[in-house]
């Protein structure tokens, strides 16, 4: 089946997506209005009119403001090829590490990723990361996933941090267990991740050059990302990035917002 991977659907553009008509909050809507649900449905329908199917990263459907919003069951009604024999499956595609999705869950949130689609201030995001990364315990995680099952694990995990309240945090895993239980039915299709190719990624559309910069903390970031500061088992890693980011982005100097 061919595929489309588009960076429409990069988790921080959905974060923005669905935060610009959430009266200026900043936060993404947990439940889009019925104009925002038809901009999303006609975006996803473009996609797969394209390229037959819609490819998404893990990080694009487990941390997507949208996906969070939309689930499986109503895209199933509103994307579905159907087959002949009855069955249906969404025309849509996500990569995890060995095909397992709800590992995958679990190892982000065992390793302190970043989740900017809760519907929360980018700085509670930031804490959420920060306190995932002090507990990161991989083992003690997988043994979690296997005990107690990924949305146990998931809940305890998050619960453990202190920084959501109660009602949001089931929420969070309520979207993820649906995300989970569709793809171990077979109506999500999940494909074993490739590692990234980031040298053919930086040739097709390379990253700034420092003399186009035009503040210093600006370049320090871009030189630490180039550098190799922010990686993680020798792969870039986008929370480290983003984290280091935000405060430039948040700067009261307009290079500096501007480079950010």
Do not use: K
Request: with cysteine; net charge negative; proline share 6%.
């Amino acid at each position: 089946m061919v595929a489309v991977l588009s960076t429409e659907w990069d988790s921080v553009r959905q974060r923005t997506r669905l935060s610009a008509r959430a009266a200026g909050t900043g936060v993404p809507r947990e439940r889009p209005t019925a104009l925002e649900r038809a901009e999303l449905l006609g975006r996803l329908r473009w996609e797969v009119i394209q390229g037959g199917s819609l490819f998404l990263t893990y990080p694009q459907l487990l941390d997507g403001a949208t996906f969070a919003a939309m689930r499986p069951a109503e895209l199933l009604d509103e994307l579905a090829i159907r087959a002949i024999d009855g069955g249906a499956a969404l025309p849509m595609r996500v990569n995890a590490r060995d095909a397992d999705l709800a590992g995958q869950l679990i190892a982000m949130l065992a390793t302190g990723f970043a989740f900017y689609s809760l519907p929360v201030q980018e700085g509670r995001c930031l804490h959420l990361h920060r306190e995932l990364s002090a507990r990161a315990d991989r083992e003690a995680a997988a043994e979690l996933l296997t005990t107690e099952g990924p949305a146990a694990a998931a809940d305890r995990l998050l619960a453990a941090t202190g920084v959501l309240d109660a009602p949001l945090r089931r929420r969070t895993v309520a979207r993820w267990r649906d995300w989970l239980e569709a793809a171990e039915s077979g109506l999500l299709q999940v494909s074993s991740l490739v590692p990234a190719d980031y040298p053919a990624a930086y040739t097709l559309c390379p990253p700034p050059r420092p003399d186009a910069l035009t503040s210093a903390a600006g370049r320090a970031v871009l030189d630490a990302w180039i550098g190799g500061e922010y990686d993680r088992n020798g792969l870039p890693n986008r929370s480290l990035l983003y984290e280091n980011l935000d405060p430039v982005l948040q700067s009261g100097d307009a290079a500096e917002r501007t480079d950010a």
